[in-house]
């Protein structure tokens, strides 16, 4: 009840599309009754967690923030809401995020943008909650003098930083879980590809999905990906090897971890503030006892580029299906199936959502596929070997920033094109979707302004415990 309580408290940042309300209510007291008897209780009994709008919820609308999913209600539930579920976790509400999950920023969603807690007035005025707060927030997020959550999963990431859930599911295809996180000061992890089940997870890229996780502290990631990970026969790109679940304890030595400090990573447009706190972090390192080099991803600048093109492909393909003639939209023009299917699309669908189907086709037709998808591929590979390389090279971690700077403000975000956002947003989480590798945003610290800054780690596949190891020391 609390917990539905501050969902409606948090309205004006519009952090979720829609909240669960009489299914909470049933399954928190389902969880109730299983109290009396401890045997009977799940790891995350009556926890409430929320889910990003593009996973399926069975009787609850998934709309993808797109109109053309608007009505839509799943008949099945996606693996990972399935999981949890098992371990008596309660589902509160579906978050918000650009339409498909497709952008940097939660502003491009068919219900409107999700807002930042973190604009330092907003922030203060919020805990105090009373009727002149909230008058407060109304005020600020109408002038737009806000700063955005980060994308795509921004309305979880908002969800968790405002404590409404104890945990957020959101997705990662080029940094959208670690993107929000570092925005809005919390964990927000990227599993190995293959580790966690994409099944009920509506595709933007196959090959770069990734569930993700976003929690306020490093042992709530451990104990959320303990509950998601592991094999599904529903997901044949998921690792078949059982998941064995781990803890990180209190008390950790980072003396023999090597961390690598990527040159490239130091972009031209990074802030001084990140990069001080990029600085700080690795000299802290040091003092704990781990050593730290410079290290070398040659590739990195082409990361966006070649993203690009295997996003645009794989959106032109996956979105095929939306014709209104099984689900979703359907347009009330009958002269034709051609002209309904044209309609359906046209009015379904919101601007960047079209721009990408459109250079999609352009990329896979027969004279370009070539010179673009295969050679796109190609370079995936360069990028994928940089980090082998690194790791071959007894490297056994990466630090780097997560992103740039703070959040930036609304007004300065939407002045840049959703290519340019992309390409400023992702520079630093991309390459690791790219490799199918697992990263995580640390928060830091506050800037001057009071804002969250983060930093992120990279692993080699499948090592998440000491990828979270370092990064609890960290926190
Ligand atoms: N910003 C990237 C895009 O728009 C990545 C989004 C994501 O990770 N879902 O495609």
């Known amino acids: 009840k609390a917990a539905i309580k501050v969902t409606s ?88 995020l650009d339409e498909f999950a497709m952008g940097s920023g939660t502003i491009d969603s068919y219900y409107g943008p999700t807002k930042n807690l973190w604009n330092s007035d907003v922030f203060k005025k919020y805990y105090s909650c009373n009727s002149q707060a909230k008058e407060h927030i109304q005020q600020n997020t109408d002038a737009h003098s806000w700063h955005i959550a980060g994308g795509s999963s921004g309305g979880s990431a908002v969800a968790v930083a405002t404590g409404s859930c104890y945990a957020a599911i959101g997705s990662d295809t080029g940094g959208s879980t670690r993107n929000p996180a570092s925005y809005c000061g919390l964990v927000g992890l990227k599993p190995t590809y293959g580790l966690v089940s994409r099944y009920g997870l509506i595709p933007l890229v196959n090959s770069m999905d990734v569930p993700g996780i976003l929690t306020r502290n490093i042992d709530d990631a451990v104990l959320i990906l303990n509950n998601v990970a592991g094999p599904d026969g529903f997901d044949s790109t998921c690792f078949q090897k059982k998941y064995i679940p781990f803890d990180i304890p209190d008390t950790i030595d980072i003396s023999n971890f090597r961390i690598g400090i990527p040159k490239e990573y130091k972009e031209k447009n990074l802030s001084l503030e990140v990069q001080e706190c990029w600085d700080e972090v690795s000299q802290y390192l040091r003092e704990g006892g781990a050593s730290l080099s410079t290290v070398s991803l040659p590739h990195t600048n082409y990361s966006i580029m070649c993203y690009t093109v295997l996003n645009r492909c794989d959106v032109a393909s996956n979105l095929a299906c939306y014709d209104g003639m099984e689900y979703g939209h359907r347009s009330d023009e009958w002269s034709s199936v051609h002209n309904l299917y044209r309609k359906t699309r046209s009015e379904g669908f919101g601007k960047i959502v079209k721009e990408r189907i459109l250079v999609g086709n352009y990329f896979l037709l027969e ?10 591929m190609k370079i995936r590979r360069l990028i994928s070997d940089d980090f082998n390389t690194v790791w071959n090279n007894n490297i056994d971690l990466l630090l780097t920033p997560t992103t740039l700077t703070g959040a930036p403000k609304y007004n300065d975000f939407i002045s840049m094109d959703n290519q340019t956002q992309c390409s400023v947003q992702d520079y ?48």
């Open 367 to 376: 004279e370009n596929y070539e010179e673009y998808y295969v050679k796109a």
């Open 428 to 475: 630093c989480t991309q390459p690791a979707n790219m490799a199918g590798i697992p990263a995580v945003n640390v928060p830091i610290k506050l800037s001057k302004n009071g804002l969250p800054l983060s930093l992120q780690l990279m692993g080699p596949p499948l090592k998440e415990k000491e990828l979270l190891t370092v990064a609890k020391w960290i926190e």
């Open 9 to 96: 408290i948090i309205k004006p940042l519009n952090a979720y599309i829609s909240i669960t309300n009489e299914t909470a209510k049933k399954h928190a007291e389902s969880s109730d009754s299983r109290q009396k008897d401890c045997s009977l209780l799940g790891k995350l009994d009556g926890i409430p967690i929320a889910i990003k709008d593009n996973y399926c919820t069975r009787s609850h609308p998934t709309t993808c923030a797109s109109k053309m999913l608007s009505s839509f209600i799943p008949t099945y539930d996606a693996t990972v809401y399935q999981n949890l579920k098992n371990v008596g976790a309660v589902l509160i509400g579906k978050t918000n």
